[in-house]
């Protein structure tokens, strides 16, 4: 007995208004999506809806109440040092890939940005550039020193006339088309597919937490306006440091003999014998 086909899923289209859009609907339609596909779908969908209701176009929200479980995850992978020398093995210093881990490393730059920089954007050692994304409607200026490796891969590699990276044509890389080609190089160094250019900026930001930065002087890098995140990779760094330090003083412990010891019962004292011998 064959399986019944799964019916299609919904579009968001035809005459009827936004307003006589049954719940049901958007649920059916996000059912057809991954979680993280139909998490940003309903963002985007409610950011739409916000629109249209202060311009009266719409009394009510059809997405109200809905809410999309994720799966519980920490995100985006954290490139490991092993990781990253693995990628710099196969990628020598004057290759376009080495030039792109090294700005993803260095600058802690998302896609969107690491793409569209170019020496225009340095002067006097410092790149400074404006993110395309922001966690509120205030966009800042970051301005971030050029690490020495990192100028070491500018100088060593061609680069367009307005952006460093660039594709085989001489053209600038859009974010999606950027993210398939490191996927390729991070395939050509055998890398394992949960490593992405997001990750290093993560492993960018967990250097400097590591490196004993504040969560204000990391944002300073990364461009975050709350300093939430910032201080999530300093408490990780802080717990591991601690857990080293806890485990270094157990084995100087264990070494000295101190620790592998065991206690002996002390003698008991004249008068207590006595006592007992009195009570028994």
Known sequence: ????????????????????????????LIDSMTPHNANAWLRAFRHFIRWAKTRKLIKHDPSFD??????KSDGFHTWSDS????????????????LA??????????RE?????GHQHIRDGVLTVRPKKTENST??????????????????TPAGHLTLLVTVKGRSYNADNFTKQFRGWCDEAGLPPE?????????????????????????AISGHAS?????????????????????AKTTAREQSGTGSVKSQPEAVSKPLTVLAKIVG
């Not at 809905?66 to 799966?71: D, E, Q, Y």
């Not at 940005?113 to 920089?117: G, L, M």
């Not at 490593?195 to 944002?219: D, N, Q, V, W, Y």
Request: proline share 9%; glycine share 4%; charged share 20%.
């Open 195 to 219: 490593c992405s250019f997001h990750g290093l900026r993560k492993a960018a930001l967990t250097r400097l937490a590591e490196a004993g930065c504040t969560p204000h002087e990391i944002a």
């Open 139 to 156: 966009r800042v200026t970051l301005a971030i020193p050029v690490h020495p490796e990192l100028q070491a891969a500018i100088d060593a």
């Open 1 to 28: 007995m064959s399986c019944p086909t799964p019916a299609p899923a919904p579009h968001l289209d035809g005459d009827k208004s936004l307003g006589s859009l049954p719940p049901e609907f958007i649920v059916a």
């Open 66 to 71: 809905i809410r999309v479980k994720l799966p």
């Open 83 to 98: 990781q990253v020398a693995q990628f710099e093995a196969h990628h020598p210093i004057g290759t376009k890939p080495r």
């Open 227 to 247: 300093l939430e995140m910032c201080e999530l990779y300093t408490r990780k760094v802080d717990r591991a440091q601690l857990a080293r330090a806890a485990m």
């Open 113 to 117: 940005d690491a793409v569209r920089i």
């Open 101 to 110: 881990l090294a700005i993803g490393l260095y600058t802690a730059l998302r």
